[in-house]
């Protein structure tokens, strides 16, 4: 927790679902960040605010489509000057729909494409322009196997996968010297969610054996990013339970 007239360090977390998102959040409010947290619809959030005040922390909902430039534009805004600076962001929306290229509609994988990619740059950029100011920071996008190969009836994941993993090249490429730190985190498997249990009964049985990724220990790897001296920066993290194929 920050002691009293320490300036307030803010961690972002764009798309803090009920798993990976949400642990990312409560693992940063932990280590004494003021946790801010984005979905589509505000009043979802709420559960895991209360959670993180309940334990001590600092949390704030804020509905956003991650979409819309003139929404992450105000939200950026608003952060910056209500709560504090930006010290990391996270963008961890996912947008995996599985579908046959067959089958496959434009306006879904525009979609798809919006969703995983686009959303990233606009977040991105704007936490960037602030962090660059200030010579310091931390942008951390989530990523997925898909980002690093396409695989059958995910065209359009692989797609929007790829093109998220290019961004984040390419602003590490130009911002690790200013200062900020950018990294991909492919996290390859599982996560033990709702709907994994009830999607995919067999594999989530395997949680008894350590074979599904635990939202907590994802979100530890993404606070262990954050912290690596400058001397040893790791742009491209992948995460898979020890079991997984790859």
């Given at each position: 927790?920050?002691?009293?007239?320490?300036?307030t360090?803010?961690?972002?977390?764009?798309?803090?679902?009920?798993?990976?998102?949400?642990?990312?959040?409560?693992?940063?409010?932990?280590?004494?960040?003021t946790?801010?947290?984005?979905?589509?619809?505000?009043?979802?959030?709420?559960?895991?605010?209360?959670?993180?005040?309940?334990?001590?922390?600092?949390?704030?909902?804020?509905?956003?489509?991650?979409?819309?430039?003139?929404?992450?534009?105000?939200?950026?805004?608003?952060?910056?000057?209500?709560?504090?600076p930006?010290?990391?962001?996270?963008?961890?929306?996912?947008?995996?729909?599985p579908?046959?290229?067959l089958?496959?509609?434009?306006?879904?994988?525009f979609?798809?494409?919006?969703?995983?990619?686009?959303?990233?740059?606009?977040?991105?950029?704007?936490?960037?322009?602030?962090?660059?100011?200030?010579?310091?920071?931390?942008?951390?996008?989530?990523?997925?196997?898909?980002?690093?190969?396409?695989?059958?009836?995910?065209?359009?994941?692989?797609?929007?996968?790829?093109?998220?993993?290019?961004?984040?090249?390419?602003?590490?490429?130009?911002?690790?010297?200013?200062?900020?730190?950018?990294?991909?985190?492919?996290?390859?498997?599982?996560?033990?969610?709702?709907?994994?249990?009830?999607?995919?009964?067999?594999?989530?049985?395997?949680?008894?054996?350590?074979?599904?990724?635990?939202?907590?220990?994802?979100?530890?790897?993404?606070?262990?990013?954050?912290?690596?001296?400058?001397?040893?920066?790791?742009?491209?993290?992948?995460?898979?339970?020890?079991?997984?194929?790859?």
């Open positions: 927790m920050p002691m009293k007239n320490e300036p360090r803010v961690a972002l977390i764009v798309g803090a679902g009920d798993a990976t998102g949400g642990a990312i959040a409560r693992r940063f409010a932990a280590g004494g960040y946790a801010c947290m984005t979905r589509r619809e505000a009043d979802k959030l709420v559960p895991l605010v209360d959670t993180i005040v309940a334990a001590g922390g600092h949390a704030h909902g804020f509905g956003s489509d991650a979409r819309k430039e003139e929404e992450v534009v105000a939200l950026v805004e608003q952060i910056e000057r209500d709560i504090g930006i010290d990391v962001m996270v963008f961890n929306i996912g947008a995996n729909v579908c046959s290229i089958e496959e509609t434009a306006r879904k994988y979609k798809i494409w919006e969703m995983a990619c686009f959303g990233g740059f606009l977040n991105g950029r704007e936490v960037a322009k602030r962090m660059v100011a200030r010579g310091r920071g931390t942008i951390l996008f989530t990523g997925a196997t898909a980002g690093l190969r396409g695989s059958a009836n995910f065209a359009a994941f692989a797609g929007a996968k790829h093109a998220l993993r290019a961004l984040a090249q390419s602003m590490a490429r130009e911002l690790g010297p200013r200062g900020i730190h950018v990294g991909h985190v492919v996290v390859d498997g599982a996560i033990d969610t709702e709907f994994i249990r009830s999607t995919f009964p067999e594999r989530y049985a395997l949680k008894v054996q350590d074979g599904i990724l635990n939202p907590q220990h994802i979100a530890e790897n993404y606070w262990n990013l954050h912290m690596q001296p400058r001397d040893a920066w790791t742009f491209e993290l992948d995460l898979r339970p020890y079991m997984e194929k790859w």
